[in-house]
């Protein structure tokens, strides 16, 4: 009867034990509960908002819409870099394809500068005494005649363009082969000057370098006969030259001895 007692007794307290176990669970479980609850509560408001920014086109861009434009920011900067490097190696082969066409040939240069004072008409290049060039040297592009060397150091010289007011090139008419001086107007043309009346010349015509002035050499082509104007002067014609080669364009240059 006694062990009987006991044994009842022993059931007794593990059932309590094993009553009090299950309810300290299961508040752990309604603590836990209630304190995600609010965090549920807050993911669920971000997705919302997520959801809403990603219809506002530049708030609400996805990673994916992020990551493609930078794709393209960067294609776009690696294309416009190999367009300059195109166009820089065909710039420089018809430069150099002077150096097997004339014997004058001395070197080419890249133009880094304008004279701050003069902007329009003097240019400074990487070249200078170190690579051969002296002053009143010729500088020119495949296209025409842009200068003669001005100023001359070391490792550097500025160019004085043939639209600078201050340069003269003695010259000839490709056609009707009149000769006569041009001088730079200080812009973007120069003028033909000393060609008398009673001589027929027409827009469009060429003018070339004629060698008389022992600066320029023989036969370089500078422009064309842009306007013709017979009455202007009292004596010789008014003739306005168009440069062949646009002078505030020019990147790089040859060098061609006296």
Request: proline share 2%; hydrophobic share 40%.
């Amino acid at each position: 009867m006694f062990k009987r007692k006991i044994i009842l007794l022993a059931l007794f307290i593990v059932s309590i034990f094993a009553l009090l176990t299950y309810q300290s669970i299961q508040g752990e479980r309604r603590i836990l509960d209630f304190t995600l609850y609010p965090l549920k509560i807050l993911e669920q408001s971000g997705s919302a908002l997520l959801n809403i920014l990603n219809q506002i086109p530049f708030l609400g861009k996805s990673y994916e819409e992020r990551h493609l434009a930078d794709r393209l920011s960067k294609c776009e900067e690696e294309r416009i870099k190999y367009k300059e490097a195109a166009l820089e190696n065909e710039r420089l082969r018809s430069i150099l394809q002077l150096k097997s066409e004339r014997v004058d040939y001395i070197a080419a240069a890249e133009v880094f500068a304008r004279d701050p004072t003069n902007w329009f008409q003097i240019l400074w290049i990487n070249k200078g005494i170190s690579s051969g060039i002296a002053k009143d040297m010729v500088a020119v592009t495949p296209l025409g005649l842009v200068g003669r060397i001005n100023r001359i150091f070391n490792e550097k010289a500025n160019i004085i363009l043939i639209t600078d007011i201050n340069s003269s090139v003695a010259v000839r008419l490709g056609e009707s082969r009149t000769e006569g001086i041009i001088e730079g107007s200080g812009d973007n043309k120069c003028y033909l000057k000393y060609i008398s009346k009673d001589f027929d010349v027409a827009a469009g015509e060429i003018v070339i370098t004629s060698g008389l002035d022992g600066i320029y050499p023989e036969g370089l082509l500078i422009g064309y006969v842009s306007s013709v104007d017979r009455d202007g002067g009292d004596v010789f014609q008014q003739i306005e030259v168009t440069p062949v080669q646009r002078l505030n364009t020019v990147e790089e240059v040859a060098i061609l001895k006296r």
